[in-house]
Structures are given as structure tokens and as C-alpha cells.
């Protein structure tokens, strides 16, 4: 489909919307797997639902239904192992909407296979169906809306055959209606039971009679005995205070007992639930009727009157029944009901962390492919590849796929405790993974992990570890014995050797170790010729000391009193080593901070004492990053400051912090935060940057006053110059040169004039001239601004700064951010939503606050660069040094524009 058909495609859809919505009040009705339009014997206008849903098969069913012969068109979902959603947008002004569905079987398929499956809205479960005990079958449901689409979706189970749908209506309801009497109840879905009118015993009201054409059916089959009246309602009745307004059709009709008795309605209801009942009185005798209400034995109303010319309602709700009997007996004269409805409460269960959400459709689109993740990962239920406690993703297994590195997503998924990436071709070092501080079981065998990292450690709730056959190098760090929980770690068949780390050695750890050059406790050297050559060695259970082993007990009574007084001479001697060594270490490191804190000027280093004056004991947090946390400060000479302090967890080593901070010192650009000092002391990493009052990018695009005080089109365009100058300087006008690696909009700061400055190059990474085309490292960065070619590649280059600037530049034009947990999927990625619109010069997508303010040159030539900046292919993103001269002209442009437009007013 080329671009013209797909706009094409998207007007048509847009005026079938609105024909859809306008139609009726609002309705909207869908004829599963039908082709064409047609009204109804009620008027209502039907519509083939292929908007609202991609797959299935249609067919059309005929049946016999007593005397009649019925045709109807179906949608089925044959083989599917997902679930089938239809994405049905909803008017964002109404509150309350009805949502019906048939389903018809009747053995089209001649399998004599009634399919059973599930129905979910959003989240919730709303109905089981199971076309065996009935079919056709109907179901309703009053959903409460909170998103602008409702995923109405069939959800297979493993032996109920094809789901499939025949009918599919919405209808907007009165604001605030369904909603007294249940205030005890949150997140529910009301799923209907019954709709009765009282009295009533011919064909079932609905539109045009019921205006929000809801189904009231006939009392016959629970009440046949008692006498019917029909009754002509007054037009004085005073209606104003039931919300639900019950149709006049159907107040006209009551049930009545003209004597002293009672009169009771018994309802059996599908299985134990919390229900919502909603009774209605309208005054159609001449006489006061008066009685009490029974709801299952309990008296919920005493001596209830029904007052002349007046219709009432009592909402009532009950929990855990599972049949229901309405009882009114009476106390003066004449019980009287009109219509009740009973609708089962069901649970709403709360999204996924949008985090999470946004991680996982990062991993999906990182996998290349499809995996279904659509909607909530967790509810109505998980999907493939994870598993869920309530709405916390806990589990994520994906193996024999292509992911090659661990991405810094993976790190956002913090509820995870188990996390299975065997056979993903992962290489290098293993990383992103410091964050889960719930990981329990952690998996990445059978890849090409050459280093362990610095990140395990952190890993506190860590059992099992699993890294056999990869590519491991060199030594066992030290710090994986300091996992207190850790039971189980296998590292056969890597290319690990060197003397196991003695804080390995306790008896609560099994440690899997055959298949390496040569690993063991034992600190007798290897021999090279086995370290040469990688020998599969038989495979070998180091068991720690401790364990039982009866066979050899005597022997090691001989060796420990021989070894003995050996042992203990050795010992003393290990620990005067070790404590001279320490001592060493402790000193070199000393005078290592000193010099370079004398090279530093001494305004520049900050005692943590210091510090702490600063920021009044780190009262104000002005910002909270991956890292650690930003406090306001103020200098004794009155200067505002920025103070990060880096979380113990996220410290770097001693030369890291030292070399990070000459990097720092030594840039100085109008347009890059700069820094003022910093403070290392003992277990204390602390930044001082100067502090920009203005805030970031972030807070003037989706801050709380980013409706009332927009940023012009020519503010974004001279941030945009700005913030391009910085990184300009970063690429090619600092030695060395510096990828940022973490550009975006909170990322980016302005100060009391809004001039714009890029921070945060904490993360920053310097190109050395020996390695000068990329750097292959560690990434760190933000889902949505991360360069896709780096998963492939794993290389990192200015062309992913490039890219992460782009996003920054899209979001200036539209306003909105990279990644939206909500909306259709396909508008989830800003860049795979904005580019089309973009390139076909569709500017409606323009941020509405800018709308009508800006030069079209200007935007399209600002539009323009943000698309080729986004270019998958790095190679076709242009150098940051274009991207600035472009800004800068698109600048000129509205400059000249905004000019013309002052001189004519
Ligand atoms: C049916 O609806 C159309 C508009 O949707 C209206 O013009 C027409 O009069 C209606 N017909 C009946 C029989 O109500
Ligand atoms: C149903 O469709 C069949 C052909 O598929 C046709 O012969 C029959 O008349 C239709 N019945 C009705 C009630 O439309
Ligand atoms: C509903 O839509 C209007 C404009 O179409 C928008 O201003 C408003 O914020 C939306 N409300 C919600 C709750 O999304
Ligand atoms: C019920 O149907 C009968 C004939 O089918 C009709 O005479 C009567 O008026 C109808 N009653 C109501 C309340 O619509
Ligand atoms: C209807 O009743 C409400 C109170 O329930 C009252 O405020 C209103 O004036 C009444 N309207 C009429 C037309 O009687
Ligand atoms: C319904 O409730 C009434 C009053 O509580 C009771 O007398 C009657 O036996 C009940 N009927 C059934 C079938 O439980
Ligand atoms: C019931 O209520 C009506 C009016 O509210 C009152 O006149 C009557 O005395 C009451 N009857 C009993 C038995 O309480
Ligand atoms: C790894 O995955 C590939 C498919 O990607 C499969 O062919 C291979 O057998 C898997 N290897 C192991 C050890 O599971």
C-alpha cells in the first residue's frame, strides 16, 4: 500500500467515524464479519466492523429460530493462540458507555463444536461464554470509560474451540448514571444480569422506546401468577432525580398485588458475586402503596411509599450471593414494582506500571518480532513469554531469539524475579541488570557473554545463576559471593580460570564449574598447557566443606591433623599479608585523591561537610535520575547550585569518578551545563553543576503549566539551535570528542531566559582517537530516544546522539512524548507515528498550542530534519553539524515571519 491509499484508507475511516458516532445519539453498531451497511426494523444503522479489527475469518450463519429463519454475519478467530481485540474509540465526553455483544454458533462449522471462551474489556474479565448452554447468547456490560479506545477482546481457552462474535454495539448512557448506591465499590465493570419490566409480556422494549436503547424484557418466567396492569403514566411525573431514567414504555407497566400479601421475584444469578440491584416505583394507582423490601431475607426498606405523581429508585447492592429473591410485602395496601435491573460487579484489576509497559513493547520492537504484546501485559491475562503477580511483571522468559545485548530496558522491569534470556546470542558484558533488586533467578546460558560486569552484585535477591556455555574470560569476580542468597551458580563450559574467590567457599553455595580452563578452590597454579588449550574437563560438582561424606572421613581426620598446625601458621601468615596489602591499597589510593583534588584548584572540591551546608542538609530535591538524586544548593559566595548524588549502588569506581570528572571540568560551552565542583569522600560520588532555574524541556512541554504558558513555535526552534549547539560542540568541537548518549528533553535545561543548555554527560562516554569510528560499551539511555540500530549493531556512534536529537525535535513539533501507554498501538512510538504524517507535509499533527502560529517554511523545513535524523539507517542521519545549520534557518525563517506578523497588527 503506498502512502496515498493509506491516506485514503485513513479519510475513509474518518468519515465513517463520524457517521458512526453521529448516527443515533452516539451509537455505535457493528456486524461482525458483514460487508455491508443497512438499518435495522429499529432504525439503526449497522456497519461492517473491519475498521476496529485486523483478523479472524467471516462467515455467514444460517439458523432457524422457531418459525424463523434468521441470517447472520460472524467474525471467527480459528487457531488463535492470542487474543482478538476489536479497538473501538470512544467519545471522550461521555462517562458510562453500554457495550452488547451476541454470539451465535449454531454449528456453522458442522464440527458440533460450541466454542467457549472468554470476554474481556481492558483489563477486566468480563464473562465467560460458553455457546454449549446457550446460543445465540447475549451479553451486556456498563463499562466506565477511561481511555479514548476500549479493547474489546475474545480470549480463547486451550479446548474451546473458535471464538466467535456475531453482534457488537455501544451506546453512550447518562452521565453519572449506574453509579449511586455502589460507592463502596471501586473498579468495577457491571456486567448485566437482568433488565426487567415489570408486567410487560410482549416483545422486549428497546430503541427507539428506550433512547439509550437498552433491552427491558417481560417478568412472565419468574412471577407468572401475580396480576399484570398496564397503566398510562401522567406526563407531570417529576423524573429529574433517577439518572438512569427508565423509559416511560416501561414505567407504564408494574406488577401489582391488589391485596395484603407479598409478592417475591426469585433470580437465580450465575455463580457467587457481588451485585448491584436498582429497583423502580412509579405512582400509576390512585391510591399510596406502601411495603417493605426484602433483598434475600434482609430488610432494606421498612414501610417504603410510592407518593402520588412521583417515580422512584432504590439502588441497593449485595455481596457474595449467588441467587437473589426481591421480596415486597405489604404494610398499606397494594405492593407495586415497575422494573429492576441486577448487574454482577466485576473486577477491574489495575494496569501494569506504564514503565513497564513501555519497557516491554521497547523488547518487543528490539526482538524485531511480533510477539503480541498489545494492551496491558498483565490482565485479562499475561502475555506470551511473562508472568504476572497482580500487576507487577515478575517473570520474563525469552529464548531462541536474536536480542545480542542486554539492553538498559531490561533494567526498568523492576518487579522481575525471574528473567531467561538463554540463546539469545547475547555478547559482551553483561549489563543494564543492576537495577532488579527482586531478581531470584537469573538465566543467560548458552550465549556469548564474554564479562561478568560490575552489576551482579547488586543483584542482593539473587538464588540461581545460570551462565553456562558462554565465553566468560578470566577470573570469578570476588564480589558474586557477597549475594547472600545465592544457592546456585553454573559456570560449566565457559573460558573462566584462576582459583575460585574464597567467598565462594561456604557450604550454602553449589557452584557448577566443569568445561572451564581450570577453576577451582584450590590455589596450586594451573599448568599453562591446560590454559592454552580449553580442555572439556569430566564434569566436576564443587561441594563445599561441610557436606557429609562418609567415605573419606577418615582421611580427612589424618590430613586436618597433620595439616593442622600447617594451617594455622598459613593463616597467620595469609592475614598479615592481606592486611599489609590492604594497607598499601588504602595508601596509594590516598595520595591518588589528593593529587588529583591539588590539581583540581581547591574551589573546586567540595568536603561533604561542605556539601551538606550547601544544601541545608539535601532538603530540596529538584530531580531524580537513574543515578541518584539532584538537590538545589546554594555556595557561600550566594551561587545556586545543582547537587547529584550518586546512589551508593550506582557509584563508580575511584578512576572512573576521576576520570568522568576531568572529562567534566574541562568542557566549558554556552550551551552545556557546566560544572562547578565535586566532593569524593569515603562512600560519598557528588557532582555540583550549575543550577538553571528555568527547569527542563520536559517540564515546558508536559509540565503542569505547559497548557497555560506554551512554548511558540520560535522558542522550540531557538531551544532547538541551542540545545544542537551544545551537542555540536560535544561532537566536534571538544578534545576528545564526546558522544552524549542519553539525549532528551529532561535532559536538556534552560535558564531564566530560556536559553537552552544540554546536562547530564555523567553518562558520557569520550571517543578516543584510536578507536575513533565507535565505541562499543556499555549503553545507557532512555526508552524511546534509543538509537534502533544500535541493537543490531552494538555499536555506538554520534549518529545515535543524531537520533535520540531527532526524537527531541519530534516532540517539539507534536508535543507529545516519545512513548504513550495509551491510544491505538499504532500511535504508541512517536517516531513510527509522526514520521508518515511528517513526510507527506500532514501537519495536523503539529502540538495544538502552536497551531496557527507558525511559518509552514519553517516547520517543514524543522519537520524535515527531525524525519532524516530518525533515519533507521544511521548512515543516512545527518551529521549534528547539518541538523544545527538547518535549525538555524528554519529559526531565521519564523524569525522573519513572527516580524512581518507584529508589523501588521
Ligand atoms: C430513520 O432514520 C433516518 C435518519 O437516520 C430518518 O431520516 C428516518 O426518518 C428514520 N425512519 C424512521 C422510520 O424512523
Ligand atoms: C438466508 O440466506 C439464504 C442463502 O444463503 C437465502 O436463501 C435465504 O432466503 C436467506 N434468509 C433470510 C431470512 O434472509
Ligand atoms: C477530551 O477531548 C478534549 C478535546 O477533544 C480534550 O481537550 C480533553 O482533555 C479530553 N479529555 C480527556 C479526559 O481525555
Ligand atoms: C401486546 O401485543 C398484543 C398483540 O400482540 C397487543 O394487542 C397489545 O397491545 C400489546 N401490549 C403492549 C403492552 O404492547
Ligand atoms: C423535580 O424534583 C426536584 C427535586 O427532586 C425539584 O428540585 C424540581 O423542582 C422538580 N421539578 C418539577 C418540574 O417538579
Ligand atoms: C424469598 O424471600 C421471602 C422473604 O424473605 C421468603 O418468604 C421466601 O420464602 C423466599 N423465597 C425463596 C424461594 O427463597
Ligand atoms: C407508612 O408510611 C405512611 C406515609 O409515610 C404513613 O402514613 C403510615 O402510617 C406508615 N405505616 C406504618 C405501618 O408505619
Ligand atoms: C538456540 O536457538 C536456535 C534458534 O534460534 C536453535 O536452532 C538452537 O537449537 C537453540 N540452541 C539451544 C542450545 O537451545
Known amino acids: 500500500m503506498d502512502l496515498r491509499d493509506s491516506w485514503t484508507?485513513?479519510?475513509?475511516?474518518?468519515?465513517?467515524?463520524?457517521?458512526?458516532?453521529?448516527?443515533?445519539?452516539?451509537?455505535?453498531?457493528?456486524?461482525?464479519?458483514?460487508?455491508?451497511?443497512?438499518?435495522?426494523?429499529?432504525?439503526?444503522?449497522?456497519?461492517?466492523?473491519?475498521?476496529?479489527?485486523t483478523n479472524g475469518k467471516t462467515v455467514t450463519i444460517n439458523y432457524r429460530d422457531g418459525s424463523l429463519s434468521s441470517n447472520v454475519s460472524a467474525r471467527f478467530f480459528p487457531h488463535s493462540r492470542g487474543r482478538a481485540c476489536y479497538r473501538i474509540p470512544v467519545n471522550n465526553a461521555t462517562s458510562l458507555i453500554l457495550v452488547r455483544a451476541k454470539f451465535v454458533y449454531k454449528n456453522y462449522d458442522r464440527l458440533e463444536k460450541p466454542p467457549i471462551f472468554y470476554?474481556?474489556?481492558?483489563?477486566?474479565?468480563?464473562?465467560?461464554?460458553?455457546?454449549?448452554?446457550?446460543?445465540?447468547?447475549?451479553?451486556?456490560?456498563?463499562?466506565?470509560?477511561?481511555?479514548?479506545?476500549?479493547?474489546?477482546?475474545?480470549?480463547?481457552?486451550?479446548?474451546?474451540?473458535?471464538?466467535?462474535?456475531?453482534?457488537?454495539?455501544?451506546?453512550p448512557l447518562p452521565k453519572g448514571s449506574y453509579t449511586k448506591g455502589k460507592e463502596d465499590f471501586t473498579n468495577k465493570l457491571l456486567r448485566m444480569s437482568y433488565r426487567i419490566d415489570c408486567g410487560h409480556i410482549n416483545e422486549s422494549i428497546r430503541y427507539p422506546m428506550d433512547p439509550y436503547d437498552r433491552i427491558w424484557n417481560g417478568d412472565r418466567s419468574f412471577v407468572p401468577f401475580h396480576a399484570t396492569k398496564g397503566f398510562k403514566i401522567h406526563n407531570s411525573f417529576n423524573q429529574s432525580n433517577i439518572v438512569e431514567k427508565p423509559p416511560s414504555a416501561v414505567l407504564q407497566t408494574g406488577r401489582v398485588l391488589a391485596r395484603q400479601n407479598t409478592m417475591a421475584y426469585n433470580l437465580p444469578l450465575e455463580g457467587l458475586g457481588d451485585y448491584y440491584i436498582i429497583l423502580y416505583f412509579a405512582s400509576i394507582l390512585p391510591v399510596f402503596s406502601s411495603f417493605d423490601v426484602f433483598i434475600n431475607g434482609d430488610n432494606v426498606k421498612t414501610n417504603y411509599t410510592i407518593k402520588r405523581s412521583e417515580i422512584s429508585a432504590l439502588y441497593i447492592t449485595r455481596k457474595r450471593i449467588n441467587n437473589l429473591n426481591i421480596t415486597l410485602r405489604s404494610v398499606n395496601f397494594y405492593p407495586q414494582i415497575n422494573a429492576f435491573e441486577v448487574y454482577n460487579m466485576v473486577d477491574i484489576p489495575p494496569e501494569a506500571s506504564s514503565t513497564t509497559v513501555s519497557a516491554m513493547q521497547v523488547i518487543q520492537q528490539s526482538t524485531g518480532l511480533d510477539l503480541g504484546w498489545q494492551d496491558d501485559p498483565c490482565s485479562p491475562f499475561p502475555w506470551d513469554h511473562i508472568d504476572c503477580e497482580g500487576n507487577l511483571v515478575t517473570s520474563l522468559a525469552l529464548s531462541d531469539i536474536n536480542l545480542r545485548s542486554i539492553s538498559p530496558t531490561f533494567g526498568d522491569l523492576l518487579d522481575l524475579k525471574t528473567l531467561d534470556l538463554h540463546n539469545t546470542s547475547l555478547a559482551g558484558e553483561i549489563q543494564n541488570l543492576g537495577s532488579l533488586q527482586s531478581l531470584a533467578k537469573l538465566n543467560l546460558s548458552f550465549n556469548q557473554l564474554t564479562s561478568f560486569g560490575v552489576e551482579l552484585e547488586n543483584l542482593i535477591r539473587l538464588q540461581i545463576l545460570d551462565l553456562q556455555s558462554n565465553s566468560l574470560q578470566g577470573l570469578v569476580p570476588n564480589s558474586l559471593g557477597e549475594i547472600e542468597n545465592l544457592h546456585l551458580l553454573n559456570l560449566e563450559n565457559n573460558k573462566l580460570q584462576g582459583p575460585l574467590p574464597q567467598s565462594l567457599n561456604k557450604d550454602t553455595i553449589e557452584i557448577r564449574t566443569s568445561g572451564n580452563l581450570c577453576l577451582t578452590f584450590s590455589t596450586t597454579v594451573c599448568d599453562d598447557a591446560s590454559s592454552d588449550t580449553p580442555s572439556i574437563e569430566a564434569p566436576q560438582l564443587i561441594?563445599?566443606?561441610?557436606?557429609?561424606?562418609?567415605?573419606?572421613?577418615?582421611?580427612?581426620?589424618?590430613?586436618?591433623?597433620?595439616?593442622?598446625?600447617?594451617?594455622?601458621?598459613?593463616?597467620?601468615?595469609?592475614?598479615?599479608?592481606?592486611?599489609?596489602?590492604?594497607?598499601?591499597?588504602?595508601?596509594?589510593?590516598?595520595?591518588?585523591?589528593?593529587?588529583?583534588?591539588?590539581?583540581?584548584?581547591?574551589?573546586?572540591?567540595?568536603?561533604?561537610k561542605e556539601i551538606k551546608v550547601a544544601t541545608s542538609s539535601f532538603k530540596e530535591i529538584i530531580g531524580r535520575g537513574s543515578f541518584g538524586s539532584v538537590y538545589l544548593g546554594r555556595l557561600p559566595n550566594g551561587k545556586s547550585v545543582a547537587v547529584k548524588v550518586r546512589f551508593d549502588k550506582s557509584q563508580l569506581g575511584v578512576d572512573s569518578f576521576i576520570n568522568e570528572i576531568h572529562l567534566l571540568s574541562k568542557i566549558r560551552h554556552q550551551n552545556l551545563v557546566s560544572l562547578e565542583g565535586f566532593c569524593h569522600e569515603s562512600k560519598h560520588q557528588i557532582l555540583v553543576y550549575e543550577y538553571l532555574p528555568g527547569g527542563s524541556l520536559a517540564d515546558h512541554l508536559y509540565g503542569a503549566?505547559?497548557?497555560?504558558?506554551?512554548?511558540?513555535?520560535?522558542?522550540?526552534?531557538?531551544?532547538?539551535?541551542?540545545?544542537?549547539?551544545?551537542?555540536?560542540?560535544?561532537?566536534?568541537?571538544?578534545?576528545?570528542?564526546?558522544?552524549?548518549?542519553?539525549?532528551?528533553?529532561?535532559?536538556?535545561l534552560l535558564d531564566i531566559d530560556l536559553n537552552a543548555k544540554v546536562c547530564d554527560f555523567g553518562l558520557s562516554k569520550q571517543v578516543t582517537k584510536a578507536d575513533a569510528t565507535h565505541v562499543t560499551t556499555v549503553v545507557k539511555g532512555t526508552a524511546g530516544y534509543l538509537d534502533p540500530e544500535y541493537y543490531s549493531t552494538q555499536q555506538l556512534t554520534e549518529k545515535s546522539d543524531v537520533y535520540s536529537f531527532g526524537v527531541v525535535l519530534l516532540e517539539l513539533i507534536c508535543g507529545r512524548e516519545p512513548l504513550i501507554h495509551s491510544g491505538t498501538p499504532d500511535s504508541f512510538n512517536l517516531v513510527l507515528w509522526a514520521k508518515p504524517y511528517l513526510q507527506a507535509g500532514a501537519f495536523e499533527i503539529v502540538d495544538e498550542r502552536i497551531q496557527g502560529t507558525f511559518d509552514l517554511e519553517s516547520m517543514k523545513k524543522a519537520a524535515s530534519i527531525a524525519v532524516n535524523s530518525v533515519e533507521r539507517d544511521a548512515s543516512q542521519r545527518p551529521p549534528i553539524a547539518e541538523v544545527l545549520a538547518e535549525l538555524k534557518e528554519a529559526y531565521g525563517i519564523q524569525l522573519r515571519f513572527s516580524e512581518s506578523c507584529e508589523n501588521e497588527n
Not at 474479565?125 to 477482546?153: H, Q, R, S
Not at 598479615?576 to 591539588?598: G, M, N, P, Q, S
Not at 541551542?722 to 576528545?736: I, Q, R, T, V, W
Open 9 to 53: 484508507v485513513f479519510f475513509l475511516f474518518c468519515s465513517f467515524l463520524v457517521v458512526a458516532f453521529c448516527g443515533q445519539n452516539g451509537f455505535l453498531s457493528l456486524s461482525c464479519g458483514g460487508t455491508t451497511s443497512f438499518s435495522d426494523s429499529s432504525n439503526i444503522s449497522w456497519f461492517s466492523d473491519t475498521p476496529y479489527i
Open 543 to 608: 561441594t563445599v566443606p561441610g557436606r557429609k561424606n562418609h567415605g573419606q572421613n577418615h582421611l580427612a581426620i589424618i590430613l586436618s591433623t597433620i595439616g593442622g598446625a600447617a594451617l594455622t601458621i598459613f593463616l597467620i601468615c595469609l592475614s598479615v599479608f592481606i592486611y599489609k596489602a590492604k594497607r598499601r591499597y588504602e595508601a596509594l589510593h590516598k595520595t591518588r585523591e589528593e593529587t588529583d583534588a591539588r590539581n583540581w584548584g581547591a574551589e573546586k572540591v567540595f568536603t561533604y
Open 119 to 171: 470476554v474481556s474489556l481492558g483489563t477486566a474479565i468480563a464473562a465467560k461464554i460458553n455457546l454449549a448452554k446457550n446460543d445465540p447468547w447475549i451479553e451486556e456490560f456498563l463499562w466506565e470509560v477511561n481511555k479514548d479506545t476500549l479493547a474489546f477482546c475474545l480470549n480463547p481457552t486451550p479446548s474451546g474451540s473458535s471464538p466467535v462474535i456475531s453482534l457488537l454495539e455501544t451506546r
Open 705 to 748: 503549566n505547559s497548557y497555560k504558558t506554551p512554548l511558540s513555535w520560535m522558542r522550540r526552534l531557538k531551544i532547538a539551535v541551542d540545545a544542537a549547539k551544545g551537542l555540536d560542540y560535544l561532537h566536534n568541537g571538544s578534545e576528545p570528542r564526546i558522544i552524549h548518549r542519553d539525549i532528551k528533553c529532561s535532559n536538556i
